[in-house]
């Protein structure tokens, strides 16, 4: 293995730096091929696995005398800092910390390697086919059928093998509308809304470009949406550019729908940051929650600037509009903006959540993760290839699944009983979405991840998850099943910043924690009186 | 009555203050002598107290009818329609009127009646007992004694009559020192903490001008250092900034020059005056009321108006108190310049962050009648409850009843009182239905009879204790600790439950209060019911030795607990009817019954539809 070249030392003694409150911890400094872990230097105490070195997002050496100091800052916002013996050392150390954390290849990445005890490979793979959603689709309604033009990726690499689509559209019309949508993303079901008998459907923008190019096969394929829900339906389309973008587009081959060109279906523009200036408002978020020296209004003038929470606030409110737009217009709904990878995915999941009752149980929300990011396409590899304290230049970085999390975090916040997971799965997934021994979230899509035979090499993020001894820190003790719809209030006095992220690293969170042990306390009591009966000691006659 | 030209106008329109479509519920509208009510289609009731008004508007007349903007001081604003120019003219005096009234005896206390006896209003009014509380804390003890000089209000008139000193300090000395002290308020004990048997004393600012020393006061700070066995030096903080406190010397007044006084470690900590805070929850309200509010604008309009930098201030001077007592063992002396707001809030937020019981319900209303009531924090006119000088009403208390809340925020364990608690007490600061907020200082109080004449707060809070316990209460780490805050920025946030408790929009839609207090409760019922049941097959068996019974007893209870948890589970899932749910505002009824209704509210754990504007309403025209 090629690893053993880039590790220039294996071993370092060092000092681990654990806050103010607790006393540095003593030990041998080791690096393996994916991790950095410390022996503790009582031999009886188990080693310390610190972290994967995937995690690291950058590191800062600072030597002074004949010792150094390497603060890593990881991908999941948490920082660590080791005090290290020998200038050599600590410099190797770094040196090979930094060669092993910035490995491209996939097929040499941990996951690949990870063998946990109790867990089988290809366990829980083929949980979430698009197969199982087609047949709760198919209970209700059969205007919708499996199609599986895309067996081989050839209409569109980004999408999976089998995808929903219109029964009255057959498979050739589908590929021609493959190539009239940017990156071969076609019009397809994302949610069927039984209780109005809408749907949610999701695309690439369609290729209009400078001509005002027009394709019939796409326009049946829309019109055969709102045939399909019910005679004179309507439907909205939800461009996530604003009017501008959208039109400039054109000039770049791509566009909107032209309003004459499809009868029935009005276009709506609510743009979303994405890109660059995401990655940026991210970056400075985490910055400002660094400082832990500033004053109030150094604070609020920060959390303005970054304008994190105003994207948060503009993608609820777009989500919002568009299970609005199902559930009381009763209209259809397609949502895209320019590739369909990663504002329109935003919003096709949070609406579900707000929708469907069923997206908001531990099994459910998987699913939702699983269909409509992971096998959606949501370029993962790339979008999470750095988070917030890389000093890289970005290329195709951006927390667009963060923002996501952050809004389901809001959503849990406003609706404290109504979903079944709790903050700890969010903060689960987003550190796995970074980094992870699990092959869930490698790779951009579905494609790469059938070249790379991650189903077959890898473990299952969701196998990992249901292990029983995570469930306490995953679930939501206070989950009520609600069938209604959750309408969040998208004003910014309802929206907070979510501190058990953005503040990991700065805050201790010793107490909620212990009043969220003790709201699992008084739950698993309840449950305990309730299933409880008299003790046989007490039913014994006394002497 | 003279003030009431219409009793009741029909057709009137309530609008949402946040809604962005002209949505609106029509309804009644009737005036009363203390309450105005709204009655809406669904027979839905909004109770608004004459006294809680802050202020009425009329706007410019529209197509539908006159627009009425009513903002109250509990944070309640309401738009209500009116279709007839005139009887909406009429409204408005009388609403004007009616708000601000002359006379204390014109306020709802001295009218409020709750249906109790004589006997049952005095056995409230002496509920909280301060004479007990200084018991509690240890004094009279060999180094403090409880003083006569202030017995019939002559040395200070906003003072109370009892008052705790160093043992050694003599009347004359007391005398000498309250000629120095702004309004006489000289030196006293606050709170005497016993294991470290170090103090807090409260005063005003000295009249040291520029030169000018008192030597008697100068004997009294003595005297309070030296009954500290524990430390020889004393903190002096003046909670003023530097700049304020050395203006104030110009006028005679000013602060304790080092060098006169021995062993006394000066200090100033900078929280602003009250029309500094007045004006910054001016605009506070001002930006967080705004229609289709952007995060950007709301972000900066929260840095603008300095809300948080203030609460941050007080909360900063408070831990620096404590620290001095849990730490360092020295005694504290706190004063601003008359010694009745920011004293109050600096005092008393550090004996909360010191001792446990101020944590408990009962404990933090001794704590309120303690540093707040007794000692002369001029509540009738920082509330603004008479037609007074508006330069007077400032939002000193609220912003204690805000830090209280940032410190539940940060210890969600350490409080046996909820959030819903603070919310009331601050209801009832400006609805003057109790006597306990009336008046500015206990001369006034006893002045007014207002044991005689009005009842007391507490007891009905205790009645309905219930509603405001926190059920996380109780782990021993936090119950016991002296609190330590981290004061960092982040950790200060928008109280939306107290500036939106009314926008029903912005709140959450399910409260986990409840549902864990309910829980909670269930198992303590069900534990007592296995412990019955257990003694009573007990019984049984000693009686007849027959164990069929026994078994019969046991399946006949079994049902029981399902039963339980379905009526649990039911209450949280019923459903309300899809229009219902715009019933945004709701308010205090006449009665005490105001509790009930608040909490409910809070305890609707409704998974509703509610119907709110995306932009649908624009997009489909």
Known sequence: MEFAELIRTGQAQAELLRGPEEPPLRGTLCITGHHLLLSPEPQATPD??????????????RVAGDSGTITLRCKDLRVLQLDIDGVEATLDIARSIEALSSLESVITSFPFFYRPKGLRLGDAWHFHPPECYYKRVARETNAWRLSEANEDFSLCPSYPRAVIVPRAVDDSALARSARFRQGGRFPVLSYYHAPSGTVLLRAGQPLTGPQKRRCSEDEELLRGVLAGARPGARGFIVDTRSPQAAKQARMTGGGTEAKAAYPGWKRLHRPLERGRPLQESFVHLVEACGDVEQSMDRWLNRLESCRWLS??????????????????????????????????????????LILDPLSRTMAGFQELIEREWIQAGHPFQLRCAHSAFSHARPKHEAPTFLLFLDCVWQLGRQFPLSLEFGEGMLLALFDHAYASPFGTFLCNNEKERCLCEVRTRTHSLWSGLSQPKEQRKLRNPLYVPNPLAIWPSAEPQSLRLWQGLFLRGTRPPEPSEVAWEKVWQIVTDQEKTEGSQPTDSASEPRP | MEHIRTTKVEQVKLLDRFSTSNKSLTGTLYLTATHLLFIDAHQKETWILHHHIASVEKLALTTSGCPLVIQCKNFRTVHFI????????????????????????????????????????????????LAEEYQRMGVPNSNWQLSDANRDYKICETYPRELYVPRIASKPIIVGSSKFRSKGRFPVLSYYHQSKEAAICRCSQPLSGFSARCLEDEHLLQAISKANPANRYMYVMDTRPRLNAMANRAAGKGYENEDNYSNIRFQFVGIENIHVMRSSLQKLLEVNGTKGLSVNDFYSGLESSGWL????????????????IAAESASVLVHCSDGWDRTSQVCSLGSLLLDPYYRTVRGFMVLIEKDWISFGHKFSERCGHLDGDPKEVSPVFTQFLECVWHLTEQFPQAFEFNEAFLLQIHEHIHSCQFGNFIGNCQKEREELKLKEKTYSLWPFLLDDQKKYLNPLYGSQSQKSAVLEPNTVSFNFKFWRNMFHQFDRTLHPRQSVFNIIMNMNEQNKQLETDIKDLESQIKQRKNKQTDGILSKELLNSVRPESPALKATLSLKEQTLLPVNDVLRTIEGSSPADNRYSEYADEFSKAEPAVVSLEYGVARMTC
């Not at chain 1, 217009?329 to 579900?352: F, P, R």
């Not at chain 2, 201030?313 to 108190?321: E, G, N, R, T």
Request: proline share 2%; hydrophobic share 40%.
């Open chain 1, 48 to 61: 310390l696995w610190l972290l994967l070195l995937r995690n690291v997002d950058s590191i800062e050496k």
């Open chain 1, 311 to 352: 994207h948060v606030k503009e993608t609820l409110s777009t989500a919002c509009l568009a299970a609005q737009s199902m559930e009381q217009e009763g209209a259809c709904v397609l949502v895209h903006g320019a590739d369909g990878t990663d504002s329109t995915l935003l919003i096709t999941s949070l609406a579900q």
């Open chain 2, 82 to 129: 009116v279709p007839r120019e005139r009887d909406c003219h009429d409204i408005y005096n009388s609403l004007l009127q009616l708000s601000k009234q002359a006379k204390y005896e014109d306020l709802y206390a001295f009218s409020y009646n709750p249906k109790q006896n004589d006997a049952e209003r005095l056995q409230g009014w002496e509920l909280i007992d």
């Open chain 2, 309 to 324: 930098r203030h609460i941050k201030a007080v909360m900063d001077a408070a831990i620096f108190l404590a620290k001095a």
